[in-house]
Structures are given as C-alpha cells and as structure tokens.
C-alpha cells in the first residue's frame, strides 16, 4: 500500500470520465500500445493518450467506449506522439492492462467524486 494522504492531496488529482473518439495502432511505441483521442466535454475538450492495452482491446472496439483518466498531468512525450492525460487500468492476473470505466454511462468529463 502507499503512503496515506489526506483529502485535499486526493482532490489534486483530476480524474474523468471520457469517451473514446478515435483510435490508431502505435507500431513505434517501445511496448505494444493504442493511441487514443478521448473526448472530455466541453469544458476539457479532446486529449490524446497513448495507453498499452493490446492485450484486452483492439483499436476499433474502443471507439464509443467511456473511459477513466487524470486529465491534469503535464503532457508526456512518448516517441513522437504527446500523451495528454493518463488513462487508468488496473493489471490483471498476467499483467495485462485492464481499462477502468463508468459501470453506467454518464456525462464526458464527469469529475470522480
């Protein structure tokens, strides 16, 4: 387990919901990966992020989906494509990546409370 935080550390992190508007194979990513185009709402907009879930997901079965990601980090350079927000996911038993969404569809950029 990590370190305890309190309340005010947790509402730091930004984290919404978004849906999945486009997608592309990321061949020159060092591990297999999908770029993402999510869009957030009209307060956030579109982001892009790049995410290693080949495993569970193709590219196509992830447009329309809702998805789970902290939209306040500063964007993240990963080869020649720059990674907005960190989509989240949990490892399964192998150490794939599975995606964290909405159980119930609900408004893009609908802030975890």
């Keep these: 387990m990590a370190d305890p935080i309190?309340?005010?550390?947790?509402?730091?992190?930004?984290?919404?919901?978004?849906?999945?508007?486009?997608?592309?194979?990321?061949p020159e990513a060092r591990k297999p990966a999908i770029k993402l185009w999510i869009d957030f709402g009209p307060?956030?907009?579109?982001?892009?992020?790049?995410?290693?879930?080949?495993?569970?997901?193709?590219?196509?079965?992830?447009?329309?989906?809702?998805?789970?990601?902290?939209?306040?980090?500063?964007?993240?350079?990963?080869?020649p494509f720059m990674s907005e927000v960190l989509v989240l996911g949990v490892h399964d038993e192998a150490g794939a990546v599975v995606l964290m969404t909405p159980d119930q569809d609900v408004p893009d950029g609908a802030r975890l409370c």
């Design 6 to 26: 309190n309340f005010d550390d947790f509402l730091k992190v930004d984290i919404r919901a978004g849906r999945v508007i486009r997608t592309a194979p990321f």
């Design 43 to 79: 307060e956030i907009g579109e982001k892009k992020s790049s995410a290693q879930i080949t495993e569970h997901y193709t590219a196509d079965a992830l447009i329309g989906r809702q998805v789970m990601a902290v939209v306040n980090f500063p964007p993240r350079q990963i080869g």
